[in-house]
């Protein structure tokens, strides 16, 4: 982990938060806010270094932050007769808000959570004492939008620093390492050790470039460089899945046809030749060289002629990335990323919700019952912390790293109540005490692998010296209020560990079934059946399904890496059918039953089923000594030598050119 030194940038953020904070916390004093701390955590909380993350956030929060209250105004006064059933409200909109947050899985989720969490900050303490919860409302919302807006003027006034141009320097570096990659596979065939090794790294650079994209958007009003960002994010996410099949056209033809990897090596020379002068403008010309004494076609020709047409495809991807990212404002634009929702797990979602309803439910009731003064406050930190982390595979180890910042900033503000506020006399001195915590914390929170154990730490420090008007310390209470934060966060962790906490192994899983569940209707054409849906769910499962591949044992790695050639089956039996209509009648009969056996192979997959090898062959031959002559035959020809090849190996066996018949078991 980088600690320093410290850039120029890093330093400027932190000034630049250090002065929101002040400006918050000193209106907040001036009009004599109740909790004035909240003006200054809301700074720490929205601040980032980049203008379009801080307009995104800044936006959602305050969304948030008014629903939240406007729902704690609804609940409490509603059922405060009844506290546990109160609780349980609070609750059940808490998990119902977390819910909607994971499902939704773009900047808009930050609204959906924080009002949930915004009801646990303001519901939770009125429970027992309902009587001023308009005006804590009130005051809650007033101290959150006062952060909010300094935080926003001071980012907007003060060396702003747009999203776009970070984007644009991370999809080069992407595009740069996939090159490298693409150059080490065509000049080592098949190259299989090389994608093995760099996809990890370049699936975490692909997902890290997902929200650079949709803060970049917030940068910029310019239609054209809003949809050439677009674009490039939508085209990137095609190249990696593009490389695995070229890997695995390699691997086979090197296993079944060795003699064609001299035909094929020319292709192989121009395509790295042309990645290695950085992918311009035109993509040349990349053809298979012809067999010497040619007659009809062989298995090995159909091979060829695929293994050309998926480089001439990435190729194609490349180049077009390449120029996106080097002009960045590309004017007529007429593609444009299909409006297709991405891949979302209900299930897991559902279950991080019921995990968050179970640990309030624990928190509250222990309170409630044992009568427990600062019961509230850890109520309230055990629906934040579950809520933080709750699209991790496994919450709970984040949860307690994130307790044991939080306590370190709670024996802080400790230390800093009883030892150095009572020194500050005036604003001026509080601002230049306060500086020696924040100005450091900035420095880490502008840091994306440091933001969310100083943000813990930042809310265990705020929370505990609590400014406001006037300086009050009471020790005891002091230190109840730090078991208290504490505790919640460590009862949060524990019933995450029990409910909701599953393994990297679980989600790849669920990933590679939900993959084969769209495989399997689009082998059947079921009426519901959208390629580009389809396409767009597996290639942000794909992305997803990498990121956790590297932990897992080899045996699972390489079962599981199949998904990087989901994409290409679904394209190959989506044409298949859409090549059926033009086909004599025996043969749609054959790729009918095809279809219909790989819609059932893939449901049984699924289903966790295991299958046995089938094999396939169709009812009349389709490959004769003679030239093919129907043109619905020969793409359909072509097609089912790319299904042979993507296919799992072993799974299905296919052979088009023989005249008997079968079936795929």
């Not at 998926?310 to 990335?321: D, H, K, Y």
């Not at 990121?547 to 039996?573: C, D, I, K, N, W």
Request: aromatic residues 10%; hydrophobic residues 50%.
């Amino acid at each position: 982990m980088k600690i320093f030194p410290i850039t120029g940038g890093e330093l400027l953020f932190s000034l630049k938060t250090f002065a929101a904070a002040l400006i918050a916390l000193w209106i907040a004093f001036l009009w004599n806010l109740h909790q004035p701390y909240w003006a200054l955590l809301t700074v720490l909380i929205v601040a980032q270094p980049y203008t379009g993350m801080v307009r995104s956030k800044a936006l959602y929060r305050f969304v948030g932050t008014f629903v939240g209250a406007a729902m704690a105004i609804f609940f409490v006064p509603n059922l405060v007769n009844l506290p546990l059933l109160l609780v349980m409200a609070l609750a059940l909109w808490i998990a119902l808000c977390l819910y909607l947050s994971l499902i939704d899985g773009t900047p808009r989720s930050y609204a959906y959570i924080l009002s949930g969490y915004t009801v646990a900050l303001i519901g939770f303490p009125s429970v027992l004492h309902p009587g001023g919860i308009f005006d804590t409302a009130l005051s809650r919302v007033e101290e959150v939008s006062l952060g909010i807006l300094s935080t926003f003027l001071v980012n907007e006034l003060f060396f702003p620093r747009s999203a776009v141009g970070l984007f644009f320097g991370r999809a080069s570096h992407f595009l740069e390492r996939i090159r490298k990659a693409t150059y080490g596979i065509l000049s080592s065939s098949p190259g299989t050790e090389i994608l093995e090794t760099s996809r990890g790294g370049l699936s975490v650079d692909l997902v890290a470039l997902s929200p650079f994209a949709l803060f970049a958007s917030y940068d910029t009003r310019n239609p054209a460089r809003l949809r050439t960002i677009e674009l490039l994010r939508y085209k990137m996410a095609h190249l990696l899945p593009a490389l695995s099949e070229i890997v695995r056209h390699l691997e086979r033809i090197s296993q079944e046809y060795p003699e064609g990897q001299q035909r094929s090596r020319l292709l192989l020379e121009k395509a790295r030749e042309w990645v290695g002068a950085g992918s311009p403008s035109p993509v040349p010309s990349l053809t298979i060289d012809e067999r010497p004494g040619k007659k009809g076609v062989s298995p090995e020709d159909l091979a060829l002629e695929n293994l050309a047409s998926r480089i001439r495809e990435f190729c194609i991807i490349l180049s077009e990335c390449t120029r996106l990212q080097k002009e960045q404002v590309v004017f007529g634009l007429t593609e444009s990323p299909p409006e297709e929702p991405p891949h979302r797990d209900h299930l897991l979602a559902a279950l991080s919700a019921f995990s968050i309803f179970l640990t309030i439910l624990s928190v509250s009731s222990f309170w409630i019952l044992s009568e427990w003064p600062d019961g509230a406050t850890a109520t309230m930190m055990a629906a934040v912390a579950a809520s933080f982390f709750a699209s991790q595979d496994d919450p709970a180890p984040a949860i307690f790293r994130f307790m044991t910042f939080l306590t370190l900033g709670s024996i802080t503000g400790i230390v800093f109540l009883y030892a150095l506020l009572p020194m500050a006399q005036d604003f001026l001195t509080l601002a230049l005490l306060l500086g020696l915590v924040l100005i450091p914390a900035g420095i880490f929170i502008g840091r994306p692998e440091t933001t969310i154990t100083v943000l813990a730490f930042s809310i265990g420090f705020g929370g505990l010296i609590a400014l406001s008007s006037t300086y009050h310390a009471n020790f005891v209470a002091s230190i109840n209020a730090a078991i208290a934060q504490s505790l919640g966060v460590f009862m949060a962790a524990i019933m995450t560990r029990l409910v909701r906490s599953v393994g990297a192994n679980v989600s790849v899983r669920r990933l590679y079934r939900a993959d084969l569940r769209d495989l399997a209707s689009i082998a059947s054409m079921a009426p519901s059946t959208s390629l580009s849906g389809a396409l767009t769910r597996i290639y942000d499962r794909t992305a997803q399904l990498a990121l956790r591949l590297q932990v897992l044992p080899p045996g699972q790695r390489s079962y599981y890496g199949e998904t990087f050639l989901h994409a290409g089956l679904a394209r190959t039996l989506f044409h298949m059918a859409r090549e059926e209509g033009s086909l004599p009648e025996a043969l749609r009969r054959d790729v009918s039953r095809l279809r219909d056996s790989f819609a059932r192979f893939f449901l049984l997959r699924a289903r966790g089923g295991s299958v046995a090898p089938g094999h396939w062959s169709p009812e009349s031959p389709l490959l004769d000594p003679v030239p093919r002559r129907g043109t619905g035959e020969s793409e359909i020809l072509t097609l089912l030598s790319e299904l042979e090849i993507l296919a799992p190996p072993g799974s299905v066996t296919l052979d088009p050119f023989h005249g008997h018949s079968g079936g795929l078991s």
